[in-house]
C-alpha cells in the first residue's frame, strides 16, 4: 500500500522560468537511467523477492524514494514552464530571444502536456518499460542498480553544469547527494552477497558443469597486447577458483558450419546445386 504525502521531498522551484532547460531536465526524468526508470525496477525487484526480508525492504524503500524524485523533477519541469512563450509563432519571431525559447523547447509540453512534465527522454522518446531489470537474481539486480544510479549521478551532473538558476542547482545538488548514497548502499549490498555467494551470478549452477579449461582465459581479439597487462589477464581469478590466462590470436575450436537447404515450402533462395549434407542428427 502507497500513501502520497502533498509535501515534496525536497524543494523543487527554479528562480525563472527556462523551457528550453524543461527539455533537457526531462532525460533523468524519463530517460533510461532516469528517475522513472529506478522506480519501477527497485519497485518490481523488491515486489518479485524471495529471500532475504532485508533487501525486500531495502529495495521497496529505495523505490518509494525514487517515485518521490519523478514528483520533484515533474514539479521542477511544470515551474521551469510557467509563462513559456507559446503564442503566435509570427510575433515571437520578432523577438530573436523569444524565437530562440520557442525553438529550443520541446513543443509538445505546451501542444500534448499543456506546460506540464511528460515520462519521455531530452529528445521526446517515450519511457519503456524495457529500462527496467528484474531477474529475480539479487545480485545481478543490485549490479544493474549500482549502473544505473551511476549512471544517473553522471547525468545529473551534467546537468548541474549547463545551468545558472540557483533554484535548479540546488535541486540537482540533492538528488546528486542521493544518488551518492544509493549508489554507496548498492555497493554494500553487492559486497555483502558476494561474501557469502562469491562473485560469478549464478553461484547456484554447478561449476562442474562448465568447461572449466577455459573458464579463466583472456582471449585477446583486439589485434594488440596491450591488454594484457591488465589485471584481467594474469594472476588469480577475482573469484579465487583459477588463474588467468593471456591467449592471443586463440583458434576458433569448432568447424565451419553448414546448414542443411531449407525445405521446398519455406521458398527460400533456391540452389542451383545445393549441398549434399549428411543429416545433422
Request: aromatic share 8%.
Amino acid at each position: 500500500m502507497f500513501y502520497h504525502v502533498k509535501n515534496l521531498q525536497y524543494h523543487a522551484k527554479p528562480i525563472r522560468p527556462d523551457p528550453i532547460f524543461a527539455k533537457k531536465l526531462q532525460e533523468i526524468l524519463g530517460g533510461q537511467f532516469g528517475e522513472i526508470s529506478v522506480a519501477l525496477q527497485y519497485l518490481f525487484q523488491g515486489w518479485n523477492t524471495r529471500g532475504e526480508e532485508k533487501y525486500r525492504d531495502l529495495l521497496l524503500a529505495t523505490g518509494t524514494e525514487e517515485l518521490a524524485h519523478v514528483e520533484m523533477l515533474a514539479t521542477m519541469i511544470a515551474r521551469l514552464l510557467d509563462n513559456a512563450p507559446v503564442g503566435d509563432q509570427e510575433v515571437a519571431a520578432k523577438d530573436p530571444v523569444v524565437g530562440a525559447i520557442l525553438g529550443g523547447m520541446n513543443p509538445q509540453h505546451a501542444i500534448v502536456a499543456g506546460l506540464g512534465a511528460m515520462p519521455v527522454d531530452s529528445v521526446g522518446n517515450p519511457w519503456t518499460a524495457s529500462y527496467i531489470n528484474a531477474s529475480g537474481n539479487l545480485l545481478a539486480d543490485f549490479r544493474l542498480n549500482l549502473t544505473a544510479e551511476s549512471q544517473g549521478r553522471l547525468q545529473a551532473v551534467r546537468l548541474y553544469e549547463m545551468t545558472t538558476d540557483d533554484g535548479v542547482k540546488d535541486m540537482l545538488s540533492w538528488l546528486i547527494a542521493r544518488d551518492t548514497m544509493h549508489q554507496n548502499q548498492w555497493y554494500a549490498a553487492i559486497c555483502e552477497l558476494e561474501e557469502k555467494e562469491n562473485i560469478v551470478v549464478p553461484s547456484t549452477f554447478p561449476r562442474s558443469l562448465e568447461k572449466h579449461e577455459v573458464a579463466y582465459d583472456y582471449y585477446d581479439l583486439s589485434g594488440g597486447t596491450e591488454s594484457k597487462h591488465g589485471r584481467w589477464a594474469q594472476g588469480p581469478s577475482m573469484d579465487g577458483l583459477g588463474e588467468f590466462t593471456y591467449i592471443a590470436n586463440p583458434k576458433p575450436l569448432g568447424k565451419k558450419p553448414r546448414l542443411q537447404p531449407a525445405p521446398p515450402y519455406m521458398h527460400n533462395t533456391a540452389l542451383p546445386n545445393p549441398p549434399h549434407l549428411p543429416p545433422m542428427f
